[in-house]
């Protein structure tokens, strides 16, 4: 219905925009900062290889040479 001073003010759709658009910011946001926060899994944050071959070698558990050898092999990666 149309007013003498324009059309009808009544409740229209027009908020629903700002408010998806500010929801899908807000879910991009959040995933962004959570993928920043979170490491990759993929990411091995344990010991160092070489840490545990020296560990290894320590305990006496391999001796020099099989030492030497596999700390050659992980040192080319």
């Known amino acids: 219905m149309s007013h003498w001073y324009g ?3 009544g409740f ?5 925009f700002p408010l998806v658009f500010g ?3 807000l879910l991009l946001i959040g995933l962004l900062l959570w993928r920043l926060r979170w ?3 993929r990411q091995g ?4 290889a070489v840490a545990v071959l020296r560990d290894r070698f320590a305990r006496g ?3 020099a040479e099989e030492y030497e050898q596999r ?3 992980l040192e080319r990666r």
């Open 23 to 25: 929801t899908l910011w």
């Open 39 to 41: 490491p990759d899994p």
């Open 71 to 73: 700390r050659r092999l």
């Open 12 to 16: 229209g759709l027009w908020w629903i």
């Open 45 to 48: 944050d344990g010991p160092d």
């Open 7 to 9: 059309p009808d003010p």
């Open 61 to 63: 558990e391999i001796d």
